[in-house]
């Protein structure tokens, strides 16, 4: 077997002379591959990894989460209703054509007939080009989110898909299901090409001879991504050096990729927070916020990121986590068992009372585990727990049912705002405006309401920030529902791959600036 | 032997039919497809439009009526992950599922015929007990256990193997690419093939081994040392043949077991076969290639055993195949 290795790395070493001295060529493992090669198909982490390996947004997330000018260099905001863009001039597609203000426009008008992102540019009105390279956003109402919406704003080459394909159809047409000519080609102005690509087993990439960005350092010419579904083989992969870098390590193994003198381990605190939401509607003992309140003294945040995420996770006592502008540092973790235990008494529910609890068990990183943990903490105030898990495909019918007392919920705010977090998780129901859709727990404030809805025409950031604070500040007060912990990000690299400058919280690596130095 | 075969297919039809109508009935509570196809945030509203469009919202009878309909004509649906019709990703992914179980199949018969015939022969020694020893631990541990241990100890400290995927393959016909044509594929295909070879070899040592020893009881067997033919001889010719009649019979039910083990197995490979394929449409709720997938297997459990009462034909002329079919 050894003269096998040997033999074998005898091939390679040719095989890369052969190749050219200068081809820097990566694998990437991920526990997923996109569904898609459209990028307006599903708004999901996969397909925004894509996104920003093959095409470029108008403006884009930097690691300290502010906005960065990509095919956009400049903006400007006219009235109040009106943001102008201008754009980056010699930019051309992997198909050859310019980048001009049409395709900005037929994108736009894509994204806005897009089922997964139509809800994101709700409030956006119209867009027109003024000249080839500036363009007019228009919004309904003043709308402080304009630049967290651009960064979904990926150009697409209007030329390239605009006709019909060999069977007849639409070749910019969004297929759910089925096969459509945007799923399977691709024209972008991003730093790599799609040349192969089997769903499920692999998708390679060259890196675009005609990339417009010539200050990035980004040095990798090749980059073949293979999904690697299961935990412990993906960090197998890595250690025995058959893929450079991977995403996520999972928590039980982060302690082994870190000793490994020859792979980096890279964190970020992620921006997912993890929560408990409580029906007062099926349970009634949880419309007295008292109850609540004790359930939220009861439950170790701290104990769980320590003991069950490894302290793989940032522990939370609000939704928005720092860096978004809701965020309240003074509120704190509640945790203490006398407190939680008088409190009960108060409510009249000394000898305590019986709920049901379900939980996903593979949707969030020890969804289950931590499932049985707050079930357990909570018996030390008396409360009996009848808990469930099942897979996320299941679970989430049952979520939409209302099915249990207690029913866990992480939310990433596809915004990155925290306006986003109430909206979908604590506002009350609304079937017209989708507010509240994944409200299982039922709470509802108008006075948080209405702040929500201030603050979402706001555009002066610090008064919005004031009202999003005092949002968050409610929530906590009423303890409307158990916020957890936010998840962790992680990846694993090969020394030599410098990972560290191109990943973020929002978990899109940015692999045109990945530098690989051997 | 025609009307046996004409009447296995008929078993075979059967056996589809009432695969599909199971599956179909329970596709239900097998989670809500939708919400894999959307993101997060999309209304309730337009998550029923699609429905509607996919035709999800319509009656049992009428869905199972529109599968039926389709199926007779070849089309088993069009899989939500892959969008292709599931019968070609299944055609795709079946090469790579058949080598491995060729692979594994190679080493169970390899091994288990010598080591079996050997504990028969000498139940007493260390090296025996030895053998059952270890096959006794390896019956015991799950693959997946057997499996990741052998990344780390192959892949990971020695460094020997690699520890995923099917690596260089070769093209050779239509949808099948073959690992067994470089040095790499055969790299790649040896530790899931012993993974997969690890739960079935112990159990045939054990058959062989116990036949084996019945069968040198045996009257003709006695009679065989007694006019003085080589040892060797009567053991692997005499013995032997008869031996095998039992362990092909066990063999290719187990076979088909095998392709229900390979979801384990090509899961924590990351073999790009159909049982990672059908595990993952599972966790997508990707019906169509479940239900596609149930009936494809269904329909290899059909054929193996159809082709096991062949061989038992060819190896023991007392079995009349006309009289099974009758």
């Known amino acids: 077997m050894k003269r096998f290795g040997t033999f074998a790395s005898v091939i390679a070493l040719t095989a890369m002379m052969s190749a050219g001295a200068h081809a820097t060529s990566i694998k990437i493992a991920y526990d997923a591959d996109p569904v898609s090669l459209d990028p307006f198909e599903q708004l999901s982490g996969g397909t925004l990894q894509l996104s920003h390996m093959v095409f470029d947004p108008l403006v884009r997330w930097t690691q300290d989460l502010e906005f960065e000018p990509r095919l956009a260099t400049s903006w400007e905001q006219t009235d109040e209703l009106t943001t102008v863009f201008k754009l980056r001039e010699g930019v051309t597609f992997h198909s050859g054509n310019p980048m001009t203000a049409k395709d900005v426009v037929w994108s736009f008008e894509r994204l806005k007939a897009s089922d997964d992102f139509k809800g994101i540019f709700a409030d956006f009105e119209s867009m027109t080009a003024i000249d080839d390279y500036t363009v007019e ?50 024209s972008g102005t991003g730093p790599y090409i799609v040349t192969e690509r ?17 200050a990035s350092p980004g040095n990798v010419d090749e980059i073949t991504l293979t999904p690697i579904k299961e935990d412990p083989t993906r960090v197998a992969a890595l250690l025995s050096g058959d893929v450079d870098f991977i995403a996520p390590v999972p928590p039980t193994d982060l302690d082994r990729v870190d000793a490994d003198d020859s792979v980096d381990l890279i964190t970020l605190a992620g921006t997912r927070i993890i929560t408990f939401q409580m029906n007062q509607s099926r349970n009634p003992a949880l419309a007295d916020p008292k109850v609540r309140m004790a359930i939220d003294y009861a439950v170790n945040n701290a104990g769980i990121v320590d003991r069950i995420m490894k302290g793989f996770g940032t522990v939370g006592a609000q939704a928005s986590p720092a860096g978004y502008l809701g965020h309240n540092p003074e509120l704190t973790p509640r945790f203490d068992v006398e407190k939680a235990k008088a409190l009960m008494a108060e409510a009249g529910y000394a000898d305590g009372f019986s709920l049901t609890m379900m939980a996903p068990n ?28 099942m897979p996320k495909a299941q679970y989430w019918p049952t979520f939409d049912e209302r099915a249990a007392d207690m029913m866990m919920i992480g939310w990433h705010a596809d915004t990155e705002d925290s306006a986003n977090f109430h909206q979908f998780l604590s506002a009350c129901f609304d079937a017209d405006t989708g507010n509240g859709q994944y409200n299982s727990g039922g709470y509802c404030n108008p006075e948080a309401d209405a702040l929500m809805v201030a603050a979402n025409s706001e555009t002066d950031p610090a008064k919005r920030g004031e009202l999003l604070v005092e949002l968050e500040t409610i929530l906590y007060n009423e303890a409307a529902f158990i916020p957890l912990h936010w998840q962790n990000l992680s990846w694993g690299a090969r020394k030599g791959v410098d990972a560290g400058p191109i990943v973020n919280a929002l978990n899109f690596p940015y692999f045109g600036d990945l530098v690989v130095s051997e | 032997m025609f009307a046996y075969l004409v009447k296995r297919l008929f078993q075979a039809a059967a056996v589809m039919f009432v695969i599909s109508l199971i599956s179909f009935a329970i ?5 809500d497809p939708l919400r894999e196809l959307v993101g997060q945030s999309v209304s309730e509203e337009t998550r029923d439009e699609l429905r509607d469009e996919l035709g999800l919202n319509d009656p049992f009878l009428v869905q199972y009526g529109r599968f039926l309909g389709n199926a007779v004509r070849g089309d088993l649906g069009t899989s939500y992950f892959f969008k292709e019709p599931a019968l070609t ?4 992914k079946l090469p790579a599922t058949l080598e491995l179980v060729a692979g594994a199949t190679i080493i169970i018969i390899g091994l288990s015929i010598p080591l079996g ?25 799950p693959v997946f256990l057997t499996a990741i241990g052998m990344i780390f100890l192959f892949s990971v400290e020695l460094r020997w193997l690699p520890s995923f995927g099917r690596g260089d393959t070769v093209d050779v016909i239509g949808y099948w690419s073959t690992n067994f044509l470089t040095l790499d594929g055969w790299q790649h295909i040896l530790l899931p093939s012993v993974a997969l070879a690890s739960i079935m070899l112990p159990l045939f040592i054990r058959l062989i081994r116990s036949e084996m020893m019945e069968t040198l009881q045996s009257e003709y067997v006695r009679y065989a040392y007694a006019k003085g033919i080589a040892p060797r001889r009567i053991w692997f ?22 392709v229900a083990y390979t979801i384990l197995t090509e899961t924590v490979f990351q073999w790009p076969g159909m049982g990672f394929m059908f595990l993952e449409a599972v966790n997508r709720v990707d019906t169509p290639l479940i239900v596609a997938y149930l009936i494809v297997v269904g329909f290899i459990f059909v054929v193996t055993n159809t082709i096991v009462d062949l061989i038992y034909g060819l190896v023991n002329p007392t079995v009349k195949l006309s009289r099974m079919g009758a």
């Open chain 2, 89 to 92: 990703v299944i055609l795709k």
């Open chain 1, 137 to 186: 956003l228009k919004t309904a109402k003043p709308f402080p989110l304009v630049l967290h919406t651009a960064t979904y704003i990926f150009p697409m080459d209007s030329v390239f898909y605009t006709g019909t394909d060999e069977n007849g159809n639409d070749k910019g047409a969004i297929v759910k299901h089925g096969d459509s000519f945007a799923s399977r080609n691709m």
């Open chain 1, 198 to 214: 089997e769903q499920g087993v692999k998708v390679e990439f060259d890196r675009f001879d005609g990339y417009w960005d010539t």
């Open chain 2, 237 to 258: 010719v005499h013995a032997l043949k008869n031996t095998l009649l039992p362990v092909i019979t066990v063999g290719g039910v187990q076979i088909g077991t095998m």
């Open chain 2, 117 to 141: 015939v050997y504990t028969a022969i000498k139940p007493n020694s260390i090296m025996s007990r030895l053998i059952m020893g270890i096959s006794i631990v390896g019956i015991s541990v």
């Open chain 2, 27 to 31: 596709q239900d509570n097998l989670g």
């Open chain 1, 362 to 389: 593979n949707r969030y990183v020890n969804d289950d585990k931590i499932a049985q943990a707050v079930a357990s903490m909570l018996a030390q105030i008396n409360i009996t727990v009848d808990l469930k898990t």
